[in-house]
């Protein structure tokens, strides 16, 4: 063996010492991130098919009403504000409800000269509070339409708040890695398996055609 031969093993084994690697960080990137989905998935895969038939699956909401009389302490400051538009309940007014209906009344209500509207959307369902700002006289209605509504709100991301809308961008994010890892892991075992590629032009083609020969605009 002459001395430019184990130097010209060396490089031979370089190039595939650092494509081993590569494949094991993206294989271990694919199943990290299959994990992370997989609730996910789960839960946006079953309300795409909800959501698809929603006039084909019954609901009954259900309607809860109560009403109550705020006392006179509580109802001072909301008689001493007399301008309209949108603007915080006072404090001892959100208190005085949050204990009376057993729900949050925090942020922003509608002033009128006659009353105080307080909406309160949820996923799956409605509410709302009107106080009378002369009598006192509060309102509280509550829908709840059921849970298959509960999770079609959910996947839109209807009325769940700033933690929900995280975790659809981390969620987004992980499918996205494990899409495009995938992609590479096929690309990699693609020579022993002839059919990935006519299989991956289909997956991507196939929204298109569907587009294009059965939804009109």
């Known amino acids: 063996m002459t001395e430019t031969e184990p130097i010209a093993a060396a490089n031979l084994k370089a190039p595939r010492s650092r494509r081993s690697f590569w494949i094991r960080q993206i294989t271990v990137w694919h199943w990290v991130s299959s994990g992370v989905c997989l609730g996910g998935m789960l839960l946006f895969t079953i309300t ?66 006659a009353e105080i509207y307080v909406s309160l959307p949820r996923p799956g369902g409605d509410a709302w509070i009107t106080v009378n700002r002369a009598s006192g006289e509060a ?21 769940t708040g700033l933690g929900w809308r995280i975790f659809i961008d981390v969620l987004a994010i992980a499918c996205l890695v494990f899409s495009l890892t ?36």
């Open 48 to 113: 795409g098919i909800t959501l698809n038939h929603a006039a084909e699956i019954p609901a009954v909401p259900v309607v809860q009403q109560q009403r109550a009389v705020a006392p006179a302490a509580v109802l001072a400051p909301v008689k001493a504000f007399k301008s309209e538009g949108k603007r915080p309940l006072p404090r001892e007014l959100s208190a005085w409800l949050e204990k009376v209906f057993e729900t949050p009344a925090g942020g922003e209500a509608e002033w009128s000269e």
């Open 139 to 159: 309102r509280f209605e509550k829908t709840d339409r059921g849970w298959i509504s509960y999770l079609n709100d959910l996947h839109k991301g209807r009325h």
């Open 182 to 217: 995938g992609l590479v892991l096929l690309q990699v075992h693609s020579a022993k398996r002839p059919a990935t590629w006519p299989l991956v032009t289909l997956g991507a083609i196939a929204p298109v055609l569907v587009l294009l020969l059965f939804v009109h605009r």
